[in-house]
């Protein structure tokens, strides 16, 4: 095998393996170097559960029934008297809490143009995590008086309405894992509507969670990427290198390639050739040709029976004029 060969081997794998390295280097950058991990080191919940009796007046459609408890039948407006809501809330954590849980309710009513808050309540502390509360009760009489004064007021009217209740639990514990700050606001909506049942009354989110945790992130380095990337450097450094010594050796192995002097060129077409001093002016419309060889451009000057003509100044050129059209070459 020549030598220029085997240079040409080694640049065109040094080339290969310089690519490689590089794509390897990207590779390894896209992992990071730090992993941050969370652990949970507590967790907690709050807990509302609402129950409810509906008072009834009498009625046909439940047989005179007296009283609505859940999932016992529809709560149509005209013939519920009152409804009798209770409160169970509950405060858990994965470990022992010392725990201060403040709390208040309002009740507000309202309609897509208004809204009134009814009720209030002072807030309340206790270290219980077990509260149970006795709401005040929803008397529909009492709700329709407030909304015809408040339509008065305003001129705006309503057939459906809404009543909030919103009770507030502030919770402040401590654990073995540190602090924990949460506020509970699971709020209880009875919408008054009128719909393709008739007018009835819906009492949504009967029970409600809200949830936490403590945690601790913790981040850790990865050695096995830093090495990799580490490895990654040493290759890329390594194909460089070898790079450019190969590209070095392949150029100082090259075969030069010989000029052949003007004059030897062009002897063997001594006969159709004349030199001249300066570049033959040739017409502002004429259209050049170049021609690649000087084969070429002998054959075409026998064909039009025409001389080449020699200019050495600035770069020699072999140029044909065969009236408007120029066939130059240039050796």
Known sequence: MKKTEKTRILLTTFIILTLASIITV????????????????????????????????????????TTLEPDEGTLYTKITKQINITLTYTFYASLPTDASITYSLTQTLKTPAWSYQINETT????????IRITIPPVNKAELETIK???????????????????????IEANTTAGPIQQTFTPTLT??????NQGDIITIEELLQTQSGAITDNQ???????????????????????????????????????????????????????????????????????????????????????KPIILTREPKPTLTIIDQNTIYQHKP
């Not at 609402?50 to 029934?65: G, M, S, V």
């Not at 070095?248 to 090259?254: C, G, Q, R, S």
């Open 26 to 65: 990207y590779a390894v950058h896209q992992t990071p170097t730090q992993e941050t991990t969370t652990n949970t080191l507590c967790t907690y919940r709050s807990t509302a559960t609402y129950d409810y009796i509906a008072t009834l007046e009498p009625n046909t459609i439940y047989n005179n029934k």
């Open 123 to 130: 807030p309340t502390t206790t270290n219980q995590k077990l």
């Open 148 to 170: 015809r004064q408040i339509e008065t007021d305003t001129g705006t009217s309503s057939t459906t309405y809404t009543l909030e209740i919103t009770p507030t639990f502030t």
């Open 190 to 195: 009875l919408n008054f509507q009128r719909t």
């Open 219 to 305: 981040t850790i380095t990865r050695q096995d990427v830093i090495n990799q990337r580490n490895a990654s450097y040493i290759l890329v450094a390594t194909s460089l290198t070898g790079l450019g010594f190969s590209t070095y050796f392949y150029i100082k192995t090259k075969p030069k390639i010989e000029e052949i002097p003007l004059d030897k060129l062009i002897a063997p077409y001594k006969d159709l050739i004349i030199e001249a001093q300066t570049t033959p002016k040739t017409p502002p419309e004429a259209t050049t040709i170049n021609v690649e060889t000087i084969q070429e451009l002998a054959r075409t000057a026998e064909i039009l029976a």
